[in-house]
């Protein structure tokens, strides 16, 4: 895909979202930080309704500390692989306590540091939390990437690395959820919905349902 494709794509993206927003609730770059951990193998749907009743109860790092694994686990029980996210999660709170004073940090070495906090989830937390131009690379937009032909790779890591070089630096900020938007609700999985694609004479994907 040639370099006019894909700053077209983007100012299309723009123009019809001009803000985009994450789908998971939240209230600070902490509570961000922990829906983001909670919702790995998750929806964003399913975190919602957990972090629901969780927050208002316990929405920082003490708080969550103080619950414990078996008093967090009651509340994000409805979610998958929750023992294993629980004893994550507190185990960060101790670290974020120890060593940040209970803030979040704002670098991909420090986010990485905490249990449960891959490079995709630290990038989630860089990009909406603090605005920095990161990419993470779900499934979602994966399979955007390849399909279109934005930046086709053979894992997560080479698309995340190709679209960082090839969108607009003016649209770096905003990509990561337009694409991820983009692949849950048009270009999914098992049938793009080509028929009402914002980007579908611009799309390389030779199988289009249009």
């Keep these: 895909m040639n370099a006019a494709k894909r700053r077209e794509i983007f100012r299309r993206f723009k123009e019809l979202n001009p803000t985009p927003r994450t789908e998971l609730e939240y209230g600070s770059p902490f509570e961000l930080l922990i829906a983001v951990v909670l919702s ?5 749907v399913g975190v919602n309704k ?3 009743l969780l927050f208002p109860v316990a929405n920082t790092p003490a708080a969550l500390l103080a619950l414990g694994e078996e008093g967090l686990s009651e509340y994000i029980k409805t979610i998958g692989l929750y ?4 004893k994550n999660v507190i185990a960060a709170c101790r670290l974020l306590l120890e060593k940040h004073g209970g803030e979040v940090p704002q670098t991909r070495e420090e986010l990485e540091a905490r249990p449960g906090v891959g490079r995709k989830t630290a990038n989630v ?10 990419m993470a690379v779900d499934t979602h937009i994966f399979r955007v990437a390849n399909r279109t ?3 086709p790779g053979k894992d997560v890591r080479e698309v995340e690395d ?19 938007l983009h692949g849950r609700y048009i270009c999914k999985a098992r049938r793009p919905e080509c ?9 390389e994907y030779p199988a289009k349902t249009v």
Excluded: S
């Design 125 to 134: 937390v860089l990009n909406t939390a603090f605005g920095h131009p990161t």
């Design 50 to 52: 957990a972090t629901r």
């Design 195 to 203: 028929e009402r694609c914002p980007i579908v004479d611009l799309c």
């Design 162 to 180: 190709k679209l960082m070089k090839v969108i607009p630096a003016e649209y770096l900020v905003d990509a990561h959820h337009w694409l991820i």
């Design 40 to 44: 790995a193998q998750a929806t964003d």
């Design 149 to 151: 032909r934005l930046a």
């Design 83 to 86: 023992r294993t996210k629980a």
